[in-house]
């Protein structure tokens, strides 16, 4: 009988025991192939790999190491790996055959990295290890089929949808109550309103859902960790607020700042956040359109990714408040609107300053051209960017325009 055959006459390493060595390789392979043509082809590059590479190594070795050791691997331990990260998939509503076709595809990699290892002396141990192989194939399906099921009919999931409801509710100034009981919320007298938003290219094609469910689901779980609860919030994939109950420990100011951190390497793009503390709830209405008007100005006025206060942009702030003198600013920047190298020169001076060697590398022009652009400017406009003076109102004049561009608008 076959069982009965030693596994190997090879006096290498056993089978098992190579394809662990190189298995980090071989991961990356799977992932890759498994992916294939599955994922869409505008996905962001490197969509899958953070959470799913981990759990490819580290259920590969423990299955190899279990052959090696003549170990069953079991269901359960199986579940372990396999179970969060379908979870997540479920959550953003990654379709189920598309993941099926890539579990699928790994194994194919995997059995053919094995049959390219395997010695031609070394047949019933590529049979063996191909059957456990086959196993595991089995217990992952069954894991993810399962988990995909208990997500959908999942409470959790009808109260994460009540809790974006709620969110909602709040930032419009509607009755919150019921939407409250449905989340298993406790309604707060005063919130930290938290406003968030992205520079980024607008997306299209068939993976701007699933970027922006994960968007969602990374930054619902950032959130909860971040409060040690549920906490509401509503999100579109770039633009969003967040309502942390101020009923608890306070959140440390600095850890707004790691988020930022942390959401801009997740998404791939620079994240802007903006927090206003201590707000009564009958003001988050408010509150919350100045909190998103405050990190678009972040973003709009070339600051780095991070969390703002009002503090730090209050001079813009109050600049781009409407009314008169608002639009008489926007009016400076007209002259220039038809010319956006000269737009591209004065950002960088307002960036730079008076370092003009670097602000000219940064566009790409001689320091000497870029001199004559800022001469030009002034021309134009009649407000000379080498004064500081004037320097503050051209800046405070492009980021009205950068607010609202109006229609003779002719730079992106």
């Given at each position: ?56 190594y ?115 100034g ?31 094609g068939?993976?701007v ?8 689901r ?8 971040l ?70 100005l ?11 206060r ?11 408040r ?6 008489r ?53 009649g ?30």
């Amino acid at each position: 009988m076959l069982a009965e055959q030693p596994l190997s006459t090879s006096s290498g390493p056993a089978l098992s025991t190579r394809l662990l060595t190189r298995w980090p390789q071989i991961a990356e392979r799977m992932l890759a192939d498994g992916l294939g043509s599955t994922a869409p082809a505008d996905l962001p590059e490197g969509h899958f790999t953070a959470e799913v590479l981990p759990t490819i190594y580290a259920c590969g070795r423990a299955v190899l190491e279990a052959i090696g050791a003549e170990r069953e691997f079991t269901r359960a331990e199986v579940a372990a790996f396999v179970a969060p990260v379908a979870e997540r998939h479920a959550e953003d509503r990654l379709p189920l055959t598309m993941l099926i076709t890539a579990i699928h595809g790994s194994a194919q990699s995997v059995l053919a990295e094995a049959a390219a290892l395997a010695e031609p002396e070394e047949t019933a141990e590529l049979v063996k290890v191909g059957s456990r192989l086959l196993d595991l194939l089995m217990y992952i399906n069954l894991t993810v089929v399962e988990t995909y099921s208990e997500v959908e009919q999942s409470i959790y999931h009808a109260e994460r949808e009540a809790r974006r409801e709620l969110c909602s509710a709040l930032v419009r100034g509607l009755p919150a109550e019921e939407l409250a009981a449905r989340a298993d919320t406790v309604l707060a007298d005063r919130y930290t309103v938290l406003a968030i938003h992205l520079r980024e290219q607008t997306r299209h094609g068939n993976a701007v859902n699933l970027v922006t469910r994960r968007r969602v689901r990374v930054l619902q779980r950032a959130l909860d960790e971040l409060t040690g609860t549920t906490t509401p919030a509503a999100f579109d994939g770039a633009d969003g607020v967040a309502l942390l109950g101020n009923s608890g420990e306070a959140v440390s100011p600095s850890r707004y700042d790691e988020l930022a951190e942390f959401l801009t390497k997740q998404f791939g793009a620079e994240v802007f956040l903006a927090e206003f503390a201590e707000v009564a709830r009958d003001s988050i209405p408010e509150v919350a359109r100045d909190a998103a008007e405050l990190a678009t100005l972040a973003r709009l006025r070339g600051r780095p990714a991070g969390c703002y206060r009002l503090d730090d942009l209050l001079l813009e702030y109050q600049l781009t408040r409407p009314g008169p003198a608002r639009e008489r600013l926007a009016q400076r920047i007209i002259p220039l609107l038809a010319s956006p190298h000269l737009i591209e020169a004065l950002e960088a001076h307002l960036q730079h300053g008076a370092d003009r060697k670097t602000a000219s590398k940064r566009i790409h022009v001689h320091p000497n051209t870029f001199t004559y652009r800022l001469r030009r400017i002034a021309e134009l406009t009649g407000l000379d960017p080498s004064d500081p003076k004037d320097s503050r109102m051209l800046a405070a004049a492009l980021t009205v325009h950068r607010l609202d561009p109006g229609p003779q608008s002719a730079v992106s």
